[in-house]
């Protein structure tokens, strides 16, 4: 079974740095892709930045600048640097992991999700 496993958030001022680090987990053969999403309260999840398994980025404009995503490579751990924090950064932010080949199948996985707030 895939498990992916975030760490790294908290409680930041404004300004601040966090680093936040999922580990995808399980008999895994290869990741197509591999990323990171947002959840405010009251909104819908939105993409923040994602990297494929040949190095690619894609950044949303609210964080270019700001965030950094590294990794995967045979570990299969993504990294998140996310710089310049900003009180409207304050979500969950969970791991996404797609195209995740096993021994028995395809499939696309979430983490349980890391709160990242952001005071002012």
């Known amino acids: 079974q895939v498990q992916l496993v975030e760490s790294g958030g908290g409680l930041v001022q404004a300004g601040g740095s966090l680093r936040l680090s999922c580990a995808a987990s399980?008999?895994?053969?290869?990741?197509?892709?591999m990323g990171w999403y947002r959840q405010a309260p009251g909104k819908q999840r939105e993409l923040v930045a994602v990297i494929t398994s040949g190095g690619n980025t894609n950044y949303a404009d609210s964080v270019k600048g700001r965030f950094t995503i590294s990794g995967y490579n045979a570990k299969n751990t993504v990294y998140l640097q996310m710089n310049s924090l900003k009180p409207e950064d304050t979500a969950v932010y969970y791991c996404n992991a797609q195209g995740v080949r096993t021994v028995t199948r395809w499939a696309d996985y979430w983490g349980q999700g890391t709160q990242v707030t952001v005071s002012s």
């Open positions: 399980g008999s895994i053969v290869s990741i197509n892709v």
